[in-house]
């Protein structure tokens, strides 16, 4: 069995999504609950049909309450220590999904403390990241009404009460065990979990996470300490991860540029990544491509077409097939991946354009916004 490690600021080898899902108690997002989903929203959002979102925690106790008319809520963050790569953007796109079908607010948190502590940067470049990554977040296109985009040395004021109420509650053997700190781990990241829970109670109702699986330790220790504070234990729907350009082991990284595409990568870096770097799994030549096929499963442009950039089930079966067969060249894949990439990131700089002037509105102004900037919790 190959060794890989999840935690949510390191993925090392080749993940096992089927043991984290046992060793983190979650449970997979079967059939039925699919259709329960369906029932509201219409249609299946193609990341749920293929499994990508794949597990959750309490996602059939979410929809009982929407049945009966509690409602919930949204919640999702990003942490602002480099430009954002096309991974990153994903839960955001999934989470504005939910938010329309079941016209719900979002929380969105940008762990500006997180990222100032665990990595290396000063303050002033994380401040210049915080901002760049509020504008790509913004550019998603929530519902402005009920989005609330905070960043958390600006925000802390309002949460800081309760911050202390459930840090009082989190001792250091917990947050060893569960996140592996050591002595030498600065205190400020060891006080930091405390902060990154408080979203889950911004309101009296059932937390949703959508998430890449990496952040679940987090929801874990608030389950443990929720219902003794007056709330719910929340509930998170799990993706797995877009995986490196460089195939199938560890995660793409703001670090190292050419394992992963970044939001404002242009279209000639676009192409010479992709060219360059994707990881094929086609035969090495032509002759034994066209007789022995190749191989979608560990093929990087294949499965980011079938995680993000090729919604149509039709045209993604079509793509297998013929790579399977020999009939499509590696060549020819990451040219279908390339123009799909380039077409998302123009669109997505459009909207970014046009999200300039309403991220005041996200962070300060919004209804939800203001009504959060009035709120105290105690
Ligand atoms: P961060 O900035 O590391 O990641 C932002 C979001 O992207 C997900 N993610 C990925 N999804 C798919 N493929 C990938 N390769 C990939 N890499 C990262 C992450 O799971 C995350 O959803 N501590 C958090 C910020 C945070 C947060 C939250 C995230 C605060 N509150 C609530 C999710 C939900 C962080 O540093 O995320």
Known sequence: ???FKVTPWEVEGKVDYDKLVKEFGLKLINEGLKKRIVKHTKDLHFMLRRNIFFAHRDLDKVLNDYEKGKGFFLYTG??????????????????????????????IEITDDEKFLVKNQTWEEIKTYTMENILEIAAVGFDIKRTFIFRDSEYIANIYPLVLKVARKINFSLVKAVFGFKNSTNIGLIFYPAIQIIPTFFEKKRCLIPAAIDQDPYWRI??????????????????KFLMPLKGPTGKMSSSDPTSAIFLDDSEKDVERKIMKYAYSGGQPTIELHRKLGGNPEVDVSFQWLKYFFEPSDKKLKEIEEDYRSGKLLTGELKQILIE?????????????????????????EGKLARKMWEKQYE
């Open 78 to 107: 990003r942490g602002p220590s480099g430009k954002m790569h096309l991974g990153h953007i994903i839960p955001f796109y999934f989470t504005k999904w939910l938010q329309q079908k079941f016209k719900v607010n979002v929380y």
């Open 1 to 3: 069995m190959e060794k």
């Open 222 to 239: 608030q389950r443990d300490l929720a219902e003794s504070f007056g709330y719910y234990k929340t509930a998170a729907i799990h993706s």
């Open 340 to 364: 799909k990439i380039v077409k998302f990131l123009k669109e997505h700089s459009k909207r970014k354009e046009k999200a300039k002037d309403r991220i005041i509105e996200y962070m300060y």
